[in-house]
């Protein structure tokens, strides 16, 4: 009984970790712009396609291969907010229809290109350690650092630096952000870059972890939509404890009954939560 517990504890806090980033994207863009991208589940897979082009098709370096994957995704998701959804961005019914869309074209291109057979990034780092006396892929570790490094670089950037704080001024009021000099639309676009670097981080740190495939991309949208109704909408900090909560459901669910119970159980437990608590664990009540 030990051995399942400590398995839980020490797979649940890894994957948890890598949907907490994901999650954070997903509602970092909302609590500033009020937009629910729906196409944020597709940077979670994109980024993992590009790093993989670029190491398995190109021969790149992996750990180069990650950083432009990184890079380009977060420059798609630029390119994505400027051109469609930026004319629309008040329009939120027309948003969610337009990043749906956006979302359904390029997983069927990708489809065309890959197919439908999954495949993986590959590893950053190699070996096994043992951790509690469980034996863990360093591989899973190295994803949990990672996650845990971007999450405490998005805090710091976002309460200790002066762009930082125009975001989060833009994202209380936007007017009078707008009145105090600050271009709102400039961080706009640079909160949809962060959003889509985060969601690509998770997407490369699931893929090297787990096969993925062009599929993928909604199962990732689902499980950063839940996280982030169950946190509370525009709260990076509820994303990142209600990630933690999924996670460790969603292990510990497989563990006991099997991989497919677990999304199941995991949304039965938000609806749960969702009942007593409509705004989420830190949503504010509007």
């Not at 762009?163 to 001024?169: L, P, Q």
């Not at 105090?180 to 893929?207: P, W």
Request: proline fraction near 2%; hydrophobic fraction near 60%; charged fraction near 10%.
């Amino acid at each position: 009984m030990l051995d399942v517990l400590t398995r839980i504890l020490v797979y649940g806090t890894i994957v948890s970790g890598i949907w907490a980033l994901v999650a954070s994207g997903f509602t970092l863009i909302f609590g500033v712009g009020r937009m629910l991208n729906f196409a944020h589940g597709t940077l979670f897979v994109l980024s993992a396609y590009f790093g993989i082009v670029f190491a398995k098709n190109l021969g790149i370096n992996p750990y180069v291969s990650f950083i432009l994957a990184v890079i380009l995704v977060g420059l798609f998701g630029v390119a994505m907010y400027r051109f469609t959804i930026s004319p629309i961005r008040h329009h939120d019914i027309m948003v969610i229809i337009v990043t749906l869309a956006i979302a359904l074209l390029v997983e069927q291109i990708l489809l065309l290109i890959f197919g439908s057979y999954q495949t993986s990034f590959p590893s950053l780092v190699k070996g096994v350690v043992t951790v509690g006396g469980i034996p863990v892929p360093v591989k899973r570790i190295a994803a949990l650092i990672i996650a845990i490094i971007a999450l405490i670089l998005l805090e710091l950037f976002t309460n200790r630096t002066k762009t930082g704080k125009s975001i989060i001024a833009s994202a209380q009021d936007t007017e009078a952000a707008s009145l105090m000099g600050i271009n709102v639309e400039r961080v706009f676009m640079l909160t949809m870059f962060i959003s889509s670097v985060l969601a690509g981080v998770g997407g490369l740190l699931y893929s090297q972890i787990y096969a993925i495939s062009p599929e993928m991309s909604m199962k990732a949208l689902l499980y950063a939509f839940a996280i982030v109704i169950l946190g509370g909408l525009g709260s990076v900090r509820g994303s990142i404890v209600a990630s933690f909560i999924v996670g460790y459901i969603l292990i510990a669910v497989t563990t006991l009954f099997g991989a497919n119970w677990s999304q199941f159980a995991m949304l039965i437990a938000i609806i749960g939560i969702l009942i007593f608590k409509p705004s989420g664990l830190f949503g504010v009540e509007e």
